[in-house]
Structure formats: structure tokens, C-alpha cells
């Protein structure tokens, strides 16, 4: 007799495939997005404001396209005393895609993006999420409709949608070279950014929605900049200074104990 399985007869354990490091994608890209080539990326003005908004909230909440693409108003809080966005997320052990069910991360609306995203919500009074217009979101489902029997994608969900292309014609517009991880890339300088910024890791591991181990193994790419060696060059040089300043001050005193009676 014929009989419906209860559960599937392959055991899938996620954390035993682990996305592998490509040394040389993370190196030309971190060649490629200088401090400058970024806010020269953020600066470009699209022809469209949410196009615009988009790079600007992708950049600064260092989330991924996934994350941003399904985000309503009401994860948005905009309280003048503590602004903040909840992203919604599907992490290697959740396998629904039951929105309430999934695990959720808070993270502080920057200053760079609050009045951005007031006034597009302003705009769009009515509008269940931030982005509609743009990707052809509007058409598809929070998440893929799959069938229930041979599990096939019926439509492709906003939360499965690719977004590297469009990224890439952006980058391309604004002028800079254009690099192998798009997304990615970005999210890995707004990392060392706080970094830099003066965060703890703990915050920034919260805000990112990474563990310490992930963070330093796929997104320290970009961890040192040329403003870093500057820096580190200010303080030798001035390490230099005070050594030889010190030093004069000691064949000073040598020479007077010398010269005494």
C-alpha cells in the first residue's frame, strides 16, 4: 500500500555546510570600497527616491536584502528618545517561513537614515511595507508559494528574491568600479565602521545579527584602511618625536654632570 512519509528520510543539518571564504573576491573588494568609493556609492543620487533609500537603509543598518525587502512600517519605531527598526530574519536552524515564528534582531534607526525614512513614510501613508515600487516587490508574496506536494516554487517571494543585479547596475551608475559581492561587501565596511565608531562587539554583533565567530571569518575583509596605516603612522611618528626629545634631554644632562666641578 502506498503511504505518505511523516518525515523526510534526509537528515539536513546546516551547520555542517559552511559557506567557504574566497581570499581573493574579499581582497579586491576591499581594494574597491575605500571610505571614499563608499560615500562617493551613497552620494550618487538615483533618479528614484526609493531606489535611493534603499542603498542608504541597506548601507547603514548593515542588513541584508532579504531582511530589508520584507520590512513593514510597524517594525519601525520612530520615538524621537529611541528610534529603532526590528528586522525579521531566517537564521540556519528556522526553517518556516512563518513571520511571527521568526527570530527577530533590534537595531538603533541611525541619524543618516531617520529622516529618510519618515519622510518616504509620510509619503506612502497607507503602504503595509517600506519598499514596493522598486525590484518588482509589489507582485510578489512576503515569501515563495510553493506546491504542496512536489515542494516546487510556484512564485518567487520577496524574501527569495535576488537583488545583486539590481545592486550592481547601482554601483555602476554612481561611478565606482563595481565588485563581486555587492551586498555583502557593503555590510562588511559598515562592520569595521562601528568598529571604528567605538562599538562594542557585543552591540555590533546584536545589531548585525552575526556571532563573533561569522563576523571575523566572512566580514573582516576591510578591517584596515588607509586612514588605519595614516593613523598608525601619526602615532609613530609621534612615538619617534618624544624618544628623540627624551634622548636630547638625557645627552643634556650627561654633559652638564661632565662638566662639573
Not at 27 to 46: D, G, S, W, Y
Request: charged share 35%; aromatic share 10%; proline share 5%.
Amino acid at each position: 500500500d502506498k503511504q505518505w512519509m511523516t518525515e523526510n528520510p534526509i537528515q539536513y543539518d546546516a551547520k555542517q555546510f559552511k559557506q567557504k571564504v574566497d581570499p581573493a573576491k574579499q581582497k579586491e573588494q576591499a581594494r574597491i570600497l575605500t571610505p571614499e568609493n563608499v560615500q562617493q556609492f551613497l552620494n550618487h543620487q538615483e533618479a528614484d527616491y526609493e531606489r535611493q533609500l534603499w542603498k542608504t537603509v541597506i548601507y547603514y543598518l548593515g542588513c541584508r536584502p532579504a531582511e530589508l525587502a520584507i520590512m513593514r512600517w510597524s517594525d519601525v519605531d520612530f520615538d524621537p528618545e529611541d528610534p529603532t527598526i526590528t528586522f525579521r530574519s531566517k537564521d540556519t536552524e528556522h526553517t518556516g517561513r512563518d513571520r511571527e515564528n521568526m527570530p527577530t534582531r533590534t537595531s538603533p534607526l541611525w541619524n543618516e537614515m531617520y529622516d529618510l525614512l519618515k519622510k518616504w513614510r509620510d509619503l506612502h501613508p497607507d503602504e503595509k511595507f517600506i519598499f514596493n515600487e522598486i525590484f518588482n516587490l509589489r507582485h510578489k508574496p512576503e515569501f515563495e508559494v510553493t506546491n504542496t506536494e512536489t515542494c516546487e516554487q510556484i512564485r518567487e517571494g520577496r524574501y527569495e528574491s535576488n537583488f545583486n543585479t539590481s545592486m550592481r547596475k547601482m554601483i555602476k551608475r554612481s561611478g565606482i568600479p563595481v565588485y563581486p559581492q555587492p551586498h555583502k561587501a557593503l555590510r562588511d565596511v559598515r562592520i569595521n565602521e562601528l568598529e571604528r565608531l567605538g562599538f562594542r562587539r557585543q552591540e555590533i554583533d546584536a545589531w548585525i545579527g552575526n556571532s563573533e565567530a561569522v563576523r571575523d571569518k566572512h566580514y573582516s575583509a576591510t578591517s584596515v584602511t588607509k586612514a588605519d596605516r595614516q593613523k598608525a603612522l601619526e602615532i609613530t611618528q609621534k612615538e619617534n618625536r618624544v624618544r628623540q626629545s627624551e634622548n636630547r634631554v638625557r645627552l643634556g644632562c650627561n654633559e652638564n654632570t661632565q662638566t662639573d666641578p
